[in-house]
């Protein structure tokens, strides 16, 4: 998953004060001085710590692969010479000078930046100067295990009209064990990255042709995403919700009004003149179903109202961070929008949080986290409103007994919300599900219900969705499961193996009873060795692979074999199509389940 650090003035803000953070941010220095050590022209701008490491970026030519070992060893150096991490305050007009005599132009920029009267500090060890706010450790002897592991690049206050720059990221850790550990859990997020395993078992593609960051799925991944989508849609009518279905295009107009226009607008893509109306393509799906909702007066008796939706919407996202499924130009939001009264807000927040538990509870993703995200500064509407909306959010979280953690600033620009992020198998951080409150919208769209008393009044609006999106959901389960997906959501689901041609007729029978038990089944009747059939159902990750020769046909039994090996006795085919089946039922949302960690 790419960061998206916030660029401040400093890196004051960026820098937790613990011991890890601290020597992580330290080691950033370190390499920052090894660098121009290397490439004395190079320019330093930031280097903060962030999870699970660090970052330093550069204006110097780009890096080639062999300059790791070669930034690594002059750390090394730094690192044996034990100097002490030393801190300066300055006046600025020295703080001016000292960077712009050593040609620091980025330093002098961020110098400039700091208001008046805001205290500036420098960090020194050695001969390198650097301008921090800090915390650093003592001297630099205490690194004791670090590692620098990639180039990118980075655009300048993560603007790209500003100069590309050189990115070097690199981590740190208390001992050389805990080192080991994380680069051997990096090696395993390689192996499960979803872009490798997606060619890999052929569940989707990116086509230049078509446009980068517009995914194209596959039959096999439809299949998931299609098992995803029915999970979904039962449990909508379960809940209470109503299916729409609304345009991809709307009036310029519609997005003014809604305020996307004001707030989103370098995010919005694909105008078009229409009779001289201009057009845009969706980037969200709320104010479409805001027109649904004032298409009639509505009673306090309807609310609250669930609108729901599979929709797709298109959002420009810079090239540089296009990354797989996780960050595309067009998605699909498992979206609903709620309509009800003030009164209610409580009820159908915790309502939201259940379902999304239940959801996530389903791919046993048990560890979930919850965040309370505030109200940004670029806020639309009073601040009394926004008040009363995240004391009401606080209140769900408590009653709910949930541990949260506040987001300050976080909140979407037309209200607060509680995002909901999960760990996978790997122990990394996810946010998909997300439940944010409203008040912004009614107010802008002028909607309204009748009260008891016959006056009108202004309903509240609860954005809610659960995957977040399709694109991201699926990258995040192709991770967590490393393309092994459990029975009932794997897209082949068992493969018939014939051992020669002579079986091949059973082979047929063996399938045809599977697909007429609902299973998703194919066959392997190929000319290929069994071996060579079985490493390819494997490499396929099937979960059960179904051996069938000349002696199982005239038993009328068939072999099965799981894909992590286990060879199971050989069984009557219906006595397995009941087995398959049995297993292959989805789970039932709001059922206890029992913990088991993803088959690899």
Request: glycine share 6%.
């Amino acid at each position: 998953m790419s960061e998206r650090p916030v660029i401040r003035p400093r890196d004051k803000g960026d820098v937790p004060d613990d011991p890890l953070s601290r020597l992580r941010h330290s080691a950033s220095h370190v390499m920052a001085d090894a660098v121009q050590r290397l490439r004395p022209k190079a320019k330093v701008t930031i280097g903060p710590a962030i999870e699970n490491g660090f970052y330093y970026d550069f204006d110097t030519e780009p890096f080639a692969p062999d300059d790791i070992e070669k930034i690594e060893a002059e750390m090394a150096k730094i690192v044996a010479q034990d100097v002490p991490f030393e801190r300066k305050v300055v006046p600025r007009a020295e703080a001016l000078r000292l960077f712009a005599d050593k040609g620091e132009t980025y330093k002098v920029e961020i110098i400039q930046s700091i208001p008046e009267g805001e205290e500036i500090s420098l960090y020194q060890h050695g001969d390198f100067v650097d301008l921090c706010a800090g915390p650093h450790i003592e001297r630099t002897g205490q690194i004791k295990a670090f590692k620098v592991l990639s180039f990118a690049g980075a655009y300048w206050r993560g603007d790209e009209r500003n100069p590309q720059l050189q990115r070097v990221y690199g981590t740190a850790f208390a001992s050389k064990d805990d080192l080991k550990a994380h680069l051997t859990r990096l090696e395993e997020a390689k192996r499960r990255d979803h872009r490798v395993l997606g060619k890999q078992l052929d569940l989707f593609s990116v086509d230049e042709l078509v446009g980068p960051g517009f995914v194209l799925w596959h039959p096999k991944g439809a299949i998931i995403r299609t098992v995803l989508e029915d999970m979904i849609r039962r449990e909508l009518v379960r809940r209470g919700y109503q299916a729409v279905f609304t345009p991809h295009v709307a009036r310029e107009q519609l997005l003014v009004k809604s305020g996307h226009m004001e707030h989103y607008k370098e995010n919005l893509f694909g105008g078009m003149e229409l009779e001289g109306q201009r057009y845009l393509v969706r980037p969200m799906n709320c104010p479409f179903h805001i027109a649904i909702y004032r298409s009639q007066l509505r009673s306090h008796r309807e609310l609250p109202i669930r609108y729901a939706e599979l929709g797709a919407v298109y959002r420009f996202e810079r090239s540089g961070v296009l990354h797989g499924l996780l960050r595309v130009r067009g998605f699909t939001q498992d979206d609903a929008h709620i309509f009800l009264r003030e009164d209610q807000i409580e009820e159908e927040m915790a309502a939201c949080v259940r379902f999304g538990l239940d959801i996530l509870n389903v791919f046993g993703f048990a560890d979930v986290k919850a965040f309370l995200a505030t109200r940004p500064e670029n806020f639309m509407g009073e601040k009394p409103a926004w008040d009363r909306a995240e004391a009401a959010i606080r209140r769900v979280l408590e009653a709910a007994g949930m541990p949260f953690e506040v987001d300050e600033g976080g909140g979407a620009f037309y209200g607060p919300k509680i995002d909901l992020k999960i760990r996978d198998a790997l122990g990394r951080e996810w946010q998909c599900t997300t439940f944010q409150l409203d008040f912004q919208l009614p107010e802008r769209f002028e909607l309204e219900y009748v009260a008891p008393d016959g006056s009108r009044q202004r309903p509240v609006m609860i954005h809610r969705a659960l995957f977040g999106s399709m694109e991201r959901f699926m990258a995040v389960l192709i991770e967590h499961f490393a393309g092994a997906f459990p029975l009932w959501l794997a897209p082949v689901q068992a493969r018939v193996l014939t051992v020669s041609e002579k079986a091949d007729v059973w082979g047929r029978e063996v399938q045809a009873r599977l697909l007429a038990a609902d299973l998703r089944a194919d066959a392997d009747l190929s000319a290929d060795k069994l071996g060579a059939k079985i490493r390819r159902a494997q490499m396929e990750k099937i979960p059960y692979m179904l051996v069938v020769g000349e002696r199982d046909m005239a038993a009328r039994v068939v072999s099965p074999r799981t894909r992590d090996g286990q060879q199971m006795p050989a069984m009557p085919l219906d006595e397995l199509a009941q087995k398959l089946a049995a297993e292959a039922i989805p789970p039932v949302l709001g059922a206890p389940r029992a913990e088991k960690k993803p088959t690899v």
